[in-house]
């Protein structure tokens, strides 16, 4: 209980750090906000008026003392751009993103874990020769091109899958629930959630190959060979357990980093999604919103390693945390 009441107290601290980074950075960068509601017909004290109806008018330390009230209330503040709570604006579309990621980052990991132990299993063989060019060319070629490609043949081409957004324009849905379980958005899921598990599987898949080549010289191995069991149960029970420890942490880190990184996907399936609306808040100097943003996914980085801490202890009971 100890650990984990010291990790709370980190992440509590990181976040503060970001966001006290965040507040300062975005002040200091170049652009006005109020450029978005300026005409030059207005008056200086219009635009005293403008700066005054979003509290920029103040001292920069009173803003960052109301910056910090608001995050304790969990509010991000209004918009600068639509004048909406950004909390709303957040949550709006958090549920693409989240969906996207998880769904693209378990087919990636299960794919990259499953080929990757086979190939280091049966090293030197037609799968690992063949294998591990594709894998390095797919993790080298660009999020877009993918995506472009997967576009060109199986919505433009065949016409399997629709080309962009999150659903068809004019479905209507009785809840959030019929809305992401219906079939409408699952079909227009498939291609960006395609697209990122392509570009993120050579990740685990080569992590995997490494760290069974490394398991399967410790003595565990050797042992259940020697007690006749069969190579299927050495393998999944024995030594792939062992070598998915690394990929936990892996799975953590990367979940949070594609949440943040889903921008140019999102932007060539036209996903409405976090990615999006955090390039556009920086775009028009839109401070709430993307603080926002940035601090929602650092929160869910900072969550996942906690995860990824308690996952790797019930994965390995040798890892006894806040123990000698």
């Not at 008056?43 to 109301?66: A, K, S």
């Not at 068809?168 to 990122?196: C, E, I, K, M, Q």
């Not at 979940?255 to 976090?274: H, Q, R």
């Amino acid at each position: 209980m100890v650990f984990y009441a010291k990790r709370l107290a980190h992440m509590v601290f990181v976040l503060w750090a970001i966001a006290t980074i965040l507040f300062l950075m975005f002040r200091l960068l170049p652009g006005d906000p109020t450029i978005a509601y300026l005409d030059p017909s207005f008056t200086g004290e219009q635009r005293q008026m403008i700066l005054h109806d979003f509290g920029l008018d103040q001292p920069l330390w009173w803003q960052y003392v109301l910056f910090l009230g608001n995050l304790l209330h969990g509010q991000f503040g209004l918009s600068f751009r639509q004048r909406l709570p950004v909390t709303d604006m957040i949550l709006s579309v958090l549920p693409n993103t989240l969906l996207l990621t998880l769904v693209a980052l378990i087919a990636a990991y299960a794919f990259g874990a499953l080929v990757g132990a086979l190939m280091a299993w049966k090293r030197g063989g037609a799968l690992e020769t063949i294998g591990i060019p594709l894998v390095l060319a797919t993790r080298a070629a660009p999020e877009f091109w993918i995506g472009m490609v997967l576009l060109a043949v199986f919505a433009f081409g065949v016409g399997w899958f629709p080309a962009g957004g999150a659903t068809s324009p004019g479905a209507v849905f009785t809840s959030n629930l019929a809305r992401y379980s219906s079939a409408d958005f699952l079909r227009h899921l498939v291609l960006p959630a395609f697209t990122l598990m392509i570009y993120l599987q050579g990740l685990p898949l080569l992590l995997m190959r490494s760290n069974m080549l490394e398991v399967m010289g410790e003595e565990f191995v050797i042992m259940a060979r020697m007690k006749g069991l069969p190579e299927r149960t050495i393998m999944l029970r024995h030594a792939a357990r062992n070598a998915l420890l690394p990929l936990v942490t892996a799975f953590a880190l990367g979940f949070g980093a594609t949440l943040g990184g889903d921008v140019v996907v999102e932007t060539v399936f036209s996903w409405p999604g976090l990615g999006r609306m955090l390039v556009d808040a920086v775009s028009s100097s839109d401070y709430p919103l993307a603080q926002g943003a940035f601090l929602m996914i650092a929160a869910v980085l900072v969550t996942m390693n906690l995860l990824a801490d308690i996952a790797y202890g019930l994965l390995d009971p040798r890892v006894a945390h806040g123990r000698r």
